[in-house]
């Protein structure tokens, strides 16, 4: 069993940045890929970051590439999503995830289904 628990969430004005964090417990966190959803009311979720279990590769979507960095931190069993220049589109809760025993250590899953332990998300609200 895994446990997540997403932290650095709260409100910000468009143009601020916040830290997310997403601290791991239970599993051995260097042998898997991280990512991060997002989910708006509404909306259905949505891949935003991930990044491999070798740390070396990192991926994210189109809509926040040169805006998001996910970084991971083995030692801690953290991952990080830096999110500068915040858009008030940018408001969902964000949710991390660990993925699967991939034998790839470079491959970075976006697909929900590719994931299999979440957390409880923390709100990211972003006003104009």
């Known amino acids: 069993q895994v446990r997540l628990v997403e932290s650095g969430g709260g409100l910000v004005q468009a143009g601020g940045s916040l830290r997310l964090s997403c601290a791991a417990s239970g599993r051995t966190f260097s042998s898997y890929p991280i990512g991060w959803f997002r989910q708006a009311p509404g909306k259905q979720r949505e891949f935003v970051a991930a990044?491999?279990?070798?740390?070396?590769?990192?991926d994210s979507r189109v809509s926040v590439k040169g805006r998001f960095t996910i970084s991971r931190d083995n030692a801690k069993n953290t991952v990080y999503l830096q999110m500068n220049s915040l858009k008030p589109e940018d408001t969902a809760v964000y949710t991390c995830?660990?993925?699967?025993?991939?034998?790839?250590?470079?491959?970075?899953?976006?697909?929900?289904?590719?994931?299999?332990?979440w957390g409880q998300g923390t709100q990211v609200t972003v006003s104009s």
């Open positions: 990044v491999a279990r070798n740390g070396g590769s990192t």
């Open positions: 995830a660990v993925g699967g025993a991939y034998s790839d250590s470079g491959y970075l899953p976006t697909a929900p289904y590719e994931y299999t332990y």
